[in-house]
């Protein structure tokens, strides 16, 4: 088991060891700047105040905070663009926090290979452009992506909307650079297509948050550009048809791209957000997306709406134009924004098999009224993928409460039902107790060995994913 850090020396002691290896742009103590980099977007998280920030522009700086904190058995808390909803990148205190949000380089993008090297600060949306100016596709696409870091997507194992079809973060990670503990460089991985040579530490550092090391640059698997989407939804007047017409999608064989749901209270949080006019006499409505090009795309369309029709939808419609569709994706997207403007969210994130959707939302709605907390689900529902947010007023500690309590409840039911607690988000602090039910003990002594090997003294992230 990893040992936990010892006592942290005085923040005096840790700010002179980290000035001698830095350039004074890069280290930041000043209270009030430290404040920003305290948490990420979660709730009920708690957060320290750290003795220094770390600015990293090149790994070399990385190395040196590493080799400080290893050194001094300070704790080591890594950032991106602090977008997180588990509070795996809050502060601790005492920490020095060190922060990938400065590397923003796009290294090389190799058209013949068709690979990306990037460093990992880049937002989402700015690498996608990138690639996509030279041809090129990179698929995962989480609904934060113009202000998600890739850095934060490797983290977590980021998913996304098209995932569907796609696969989500890990499945176009071909190699890594990561500063160990001990400030070392690891480079995993490799540019070939194929290549098993090895354990696959590649896939070990993808998805865990921080807490065997610091990733500084990736190199990322890249698809031909995609064909021009074609897009439709269907509004449905019981989530159970909705969700029916998900699982009939899957077991008929048909691959969008891309297959969202939203239910009314999402629905009408986005209308008020944006000022959109989507119909709001509905329980629920599925977008789903073909980009298979020309008259593929047309038929898989129509088909899936086939599908909806015989379900029960009461209203099948297509896109008449690409911009049509990107209103659509687009209230999609806004819909975490538009329900924090009812007052404080809580975003689950709990994925089940796809045959057991309707039964968990329809959980997730006696869960909501039991409570007496709204909740806005939306869904990548080809995924069994859900966000279910929970809005409670935080000012008023009954509500926080109650509304804390259905979060939990969610995640219980998506076990009970053969799911698991995060699909996208990763664990964090927010979900640490239900990672421990869901791996088991074994499964859970296996992640501490694994740690241990890799943070023998415990200060990358510690507390973070499981107890240490």
């Not at 058209?111 to 600060?121: E, I, S, Y």
């Not at 107790?433 to 510690?462: M, Y």
Request: net charge negative; aromatic share 4%.
């Amino acid at each position: 088991m990893s040992a936990a850090p010892v006592s942290s020396p005085p923040a005096s002691e840790v700010v002179a060891a980290l000035a001698a290896g830095l350039p004074e742009n890069v280290l930041v103590t000043d209270p009030a700047r430290m404040e920003s980099y305290r948490h990420d977007r979660a709730m009920f998280c708690p957060a320290g105040v750290p003795a220094a920030v770390v600015l990293a522009r090149e790994t070399a700086h990385v190395q040196h905070a590493l080799r400080t904190a290893s050194r001094l058995g300070v704790p080591v808390v890594p950032q991106g663009a602090l977008s997180g909803l588990s509070g795996a990148a809050n502060a601790i205190e005492g920490c020095i926090v060190v922060s990938t949000a400065p590397m923003t380089q796009v290294l090389e993008i190799d058209t013949a290979n068709r690979l990306v090297v990037t460093q990992p600060g880049i937002f989402n949306a700015d690498l996608s452009r990138a690639v996509e100016a030279q041809g090129l596709y990179y698929p995962p696409d989480p609904s934060s992506w113009e202000f998600c870091s890739i850095g934060g997507n490797l983290s977590t194992n980021s998913g996304g909307l098209c995932c569907v079809k796609y696969g989500v973060t890990t499945d176009y990670v071909m190699g890594l650079e990561v500063v160990l503990a001990s400030g070392e460089v690891l480079r995993t991985g490799r540019r070939t297509v194929k290549g098993v040579a090895g354990y696959d530490l590649t896939k070990l550092f993808v998805g865990s948050e921080g807490t065997l090391g610091v990733i500084t640059e990736a190199t990322l698997m890249l698809r031909p550009a995609a064909q021009r989407p074609r897009t439709a939804a269907a509004l449905f007047p019981s989530m159970r048809s909705a969700t029916d017409t998900v699982a009939a999608v899957v077991a008929e064989g048909h691959v969008p791209s891309l297959l969202e749901l939203m239910d009314a209270v999402s629905i009408r949080a986005a209308n008020e957000y944006l000022r959109s006019d989507l119909p709001e006499d509905c329980a629920a409505m599925l977008i789903w997306q073909s980009d298979s090009g020309g008259e593929v795309a047309a038929r898989e369309v129509t088909a899936i709406g086939e599908v909806a029709t015989r379900c029960g939808a009461t209203d099948v419609v297509e896109a008449d134009d690409p911009a049509e569709g990107e209103l659509l994706l687009a209230a999609r997207r806004a819909v975490l924004t538009a329900l924090e403007a009812w007052g404080t969210t809580l975003v689950d994130d709990v994925c089940v098999p796809r045959t057991r959707l309707g039964e968990f939302i329809d959980g997730i709605t006696a869960i909501g009224e039991r409570r007496g907390v709204v909740i806005g689900t939306v869904a990548h529902a080809g995924d069994g993928n859900t966000h279910p947010n929970v809005v409670f007023d935080a000012s008023d500690e009954d509500h926080a409460e109650r509304a804390r309590l259905a979060f939990g409840e969610i995640m219980d039911l998506g076990l009970e039902l053969g799911g698991t607690i995060t699909g996208e988000h990763g664990v964090g602090v927010l979900k640490r107790e239900w990672l421990e039910r869901e791996v088991g003990p074994v499964g859970l002594s296996v992640h501490r060995a694994v740690k241990a090997a890799l943070d023998p003294t415990g200060i990358l992230n510690p507390g973070k994913v499981f107890s240490l």
